[in-house]
């Protein structure tokens, strides 16, 4: 029988050992390994949140610019900035000083880079729109001296952007539009309600995170987002709309965001219209609005319109109460919302949208401020009309033919539909709060366009002047001046400037006329109802017979200086004629003077070049000047007897030899010995000179000659 080695057995036993040591040590790497992923994990996600806090920082940085000089100076930059787990660089690109404009915003780590935006990893990207308003312009609706009362933020509950999704979550319901026909469209965006109920978020298309609302520990939910809705008319000419679809948008204040039925990238035409028939195209926007937000929803232009390109708000039906809050047809390019609350006699504090009287006691005390209840308010058939406004056409004219070809009438009388707007639950049906400190919805839909202002303190719009403030409108109204003088020549006549199609209206020019030697003009541009940031358009001169204005020796002088202002002056024979032809002009200028010249018939003559040849003593000879039929040939003497130096002198005598205008191109100079000679030339028509030629000289010492 064959016996078994002890110390074989026991080299077994070390072998099993070292296996056992070798999975251990495996797996205790491994989880050390995944430690290590996980606080990576960790790190990474708090370095992201970082860089995103930082790049949402500088966007506010551009939404809070408060004049135009503050907007005009924003410019691409980089800055390096210490965070609490990296250093980051951070740039920033703006396009352009058009208002609204596109800029981005990118933060990178380590900071190795030097533009945040050209980093292949490791960053973050934010991009969106900038715009300007002036806050003048509402000055006096949110002034303490106008109320009596105290400003509250208008920024309301939401916030602007958040996470985005790579995914959009399963239970984000799409918000839709309800159309003419009955159907519905989705605007583009979605609103998700997170599993807990304390986040709402306005979702685009993209995964990208609009808006923000969080709720309260107070709350049992998020408050839901109040919306503004409506349609933007567009008038066409010819059968094509007066704007681009991609170059007109609608635009909120402060914390919102607007969307435009967009699905397929191009104006709604109306029924039973092709061609020259169809007078009219539109779209439907819905802007989105945490509680308690109040401020303005317009329409911008991004291109540069025609100065005649104007938005109307408004309707034509009824005109309302002689308040800030009337519903007459004018000029304007939004529509701006607020409320009141009569705190005491006289007295009144702003409130935002979907706001009650009830104050929420337990919000109120968390929040360290007064918080009212909310409902979330819907209002819609908020329209805007934009049209090309020539001669004495008004926002009442276009928009009573609008009401004749559109059915119901969008502008007044007849209410539209109630906006497809509801407060979703995860199954993306309608519900009422659970929270007892917010109720059910509230639609509104407006049987009369509101004007310029809206007070949602009252469901009539302020129309009744119950629960709103009795204001009256103090606000100015930005213009441009175009004016200068028109110098004379030949009897050349114009009798004014033409105000049926063109820039200028009735109303708005001066026309004086300085004896026989020149003409004093203005134009005044009125920017009211005015949607873009700069503008072109023509000031056409009336002229009599054929007489034709010059651009030669023309000036112009632009206030504020360091803007440029892009125009031709047009002659007889151009299109439009006698006109001042604006391409491309900021709004931001004030003030434009341009001093030309008419003519009797042809534009000025061309100016002489002279240049000396032949042989001593030489000659001047000069190229022929156009519609020129002759040359008046100038001269002069030096006075001394310089027998070493050259003296020159100006030309103010009409030669001797020959006395008369020559036709000839050709001058030789006589000059006497130890003089200088000096002469210019000026072509004519015999109705106008042109310029004077450079003045040449020529100094004669014995047979030796000088030439200048």
């Not at 001296?145 to 984000?172: C, E």
């Not at 109040?294 to 005109?319: E, L, M």
Request: hydrophobic share 30%; net charge negative.
């Amino acid at each position: 029988m064959r016996s078994i080695s002890h110390h074989r057995q026991l080299g077994y036993i070390l072998v099993e050992n070292l296996v056992s040591l070798i999975v251990v040590a495996i797996g205790v790497l491994g989880i050390a390994k995944m430690n290590m992923v996980l606080l990576s994990s960790t790190g990474i996600a708090k370095t992201r949140a970082e860089a995103l806090q930082l790049a949402q920082a500088k966007f506010d940085e551009f939404r809070n610019v408060t004049t135009a000089a503050e907007y005009a100076a924003l410019a691409d930059g980089s800055d390096t900035i210490t965070g609490t787990n990296e250093t980051f660089r951070r740039s920033w690109e703006i396009d352009g000083t058009s208002n609204p404009t596109d800029a981005r915003v990118c933060v990178a780590w380590p900071n190795t880079v030097t533009d945040a935006c050209a980093a292949t990893s490791n960053r973050i990207v934010l991009s969106g729109l900038i715009s300007w308003n002036n806050p003048g312009e509402l000055a006096h609706v949110s002034s303490t001296s106008a109320l009596g009362g105290f400003i509250r933020t208008p920024t309301g509950r939401a916030t602007v952007g958040g996470n985005a999704y790579d995914t959009i979550p399963d239970s984000a319901v799409s918000n839709n539009i309800t159309l003419d026909n009955g159907s519905t469209a989705n605007d583009g965006t979605k609103t998700y309600l997170s599993d807990d109920g304390k986040t709402l978020e306005l979702i685009g298309a993209n995964g990208e995170v609009l808006l923000t609302v969080k709720g309260l520990s107070c709350e049992t939910e998020a408050p839901g987002f109040s919306t503004i809705s409506g349609k933007l008319y567009v008038a066409a000419k010819n059968g094509n709309p007066i704007a681009p679809f991609s170059d007109i948008r609608i635009l909120s204040s402060d914390a919102s965001y607007c969307a435009m039925l967009t699905a397929d990238s191009s104006w709604k035409v109306p029924a039973n219209c092709t061609g020259n028939t169809c007078k009219y195209f539109y779209t439907y926007y819905q802007c989105y609005l945490g509680a308690e937000w109040w401020g303005n929803i317009g329409v911008q232009r991004i291109d540069s319109p025609n100065t005649n390109d104007k938005v109307c708000v408004g309707n034509p039906v009824d005109s309302g109460p002689a308040t800030l809050f009337n519903r007459s047809a004018t000029l304007n390019t939004s529509h701006a919302y607020r409320g009141f609350a009569e705190t005491e006699s006289g007295v009144y504090e702003t409130r935002g949208i979907g706001e009650q009287t009830d104050v929420n006691v337990g919000c109120t005390a968390e929040a360290n401020r007064t918080v009212y209840k909310y409902v979330p308010t819907h209002y819609g058939n908020h329209n805007f009309v934009h049209d090309n406004l020539t001669g004495s056409e008004t926002c009442q004219t276009t928009e009573t033919t609008l009401n004749s070809l559109v059915t119901p009438k969008p502008l007044g009388t007849t209410a539209g539909t109630n906006p497809t707007v509801t407060r979703y639950d995860s199954s993306g049906t309608v519900t009422l709060s659970t929270d007892p400190d917010v109720v059910a919805n509230v639609y509104s839909v407006a049987a009369n366009n509101p004007g310029k202002y809206y007070c949602m303190s009252n469901d009539d719009g302020g129309y009744s002047g119950v629960n709103c403030p009795n204001l009256s409108s103090t606000g100015t109204t930005a213009a441009t001046l175009i004016h200068g003088t028109i110098t004379r020549y030949g009897g050349a006549e114009l009798s004014g400037i033409d105000t049926t199609v063109h820039a200028c209206k009735t109303g708005t020019t001066t026309w004086t006329a300085n004896g026989t030697t020149s003409y004093s003009y203005s134009c005044s541009l009125d920017w009211t109802g005015f949607a873009g940031g700069s503008w072109y358009g023509d000031v056409v001169f009336t002229a009599t017979g054929t007489a034709s204005l010059c651009a030669s020796g023309a000036t112009t002088t632009v206030t504020p200086t360091g803007n440029t202002v892009t125009y031709a002056i047009n002659d007889r024979l151009a299109t439009p004629a006698n006109a001042l032809a604006f391409a491309d002009v900021p709004l931001a200028v004030t003030d434009v003077q341009i001093d030309m010249s008419v003519y009797a018939d042809t534009c000025g003559l061309g100016q002489p070049s002279l240049s000396w040849n032949g042989t001593d003593p030489k000659s001047l000879s000069w190229p022929a000047i156009t519609n020129a039929t002759a040359y008046k040939v100038y001269e002069c003497t030096s006075t001394s007897n310089n027998t070493t130096t050259m003296e020159p002198c100006s030309p103010t005598t009409l030669a001797t030899t020959p006395t008369q205008p020559q036709s000839t191109l050709t001058y030789t100079p006589a000059p006497v010995n130890n003089r200088t000679k000096c002469v210019m030339v000026k072509a004519t028509n015999l109705s106008i000179d042109s310029a004077a030629s450079a003045i040449k000289c020529i100094y004669r010492s014995g047979n030796t000659y000088a030439y200048q």
